[in-house]
């Protein structure tokens, strides 16, 4: 069992940044993909960025040159570093890992952006 627990979210004016946390406790060990999504009402939920073993990344083409994943596998957490941030961003984000080894993924509560002025 994995629990992922998100921090960093809240108001931020146009143009600041964020810098999102996922803590995740449990075996979270071996091959594991670490992904940022984010859902906004009425809309399907949308991958942000993932991070998988061997460092492997992706963004999805609306964050690419603003945010930043990273992780510190000794403390099992995952980063969103997110600069330059628009209204269009603001959404629930959330943290989501998948375990390859055990062919499962976990999500975590959710943490609320807002880009407002």
């Known amino acids: 069992q994995v629990q992922l627990v998100e921090s960093g979210g809240g108001l931020v004016q146009p143009g600041g940044s964020l810098r999102l946390s996922c803590a995740a406790s449990?075996?979270?060990?071996?091959?594991?993909?670490w992904g940022w999504y984010r859902q906004v009402p009425g809309k399907q939920r949308e991958m942000v960025a993932t991070i998988a073993t061997y460092e492997i990344i992706y963004y999805a083409d609306a964050v690419k040159g603003r945010f930043t994943i990273s992780k510190d596998n000794a403390k099992s957490t995952v980063f969103l570093q997110m600069n330059s941030l628009g209204p269009e961003d603001t959404a629930v984000y959330f943290c989501n890992v998948k375990r390859r080894s055990f062919d499962d993924e976990y999500w975590g509560q959710g943490t609320q952006v807002t880009v407002s002025s």
């Open positions: 449990g075996n979270i060990f071996g091959r594991t993909t």
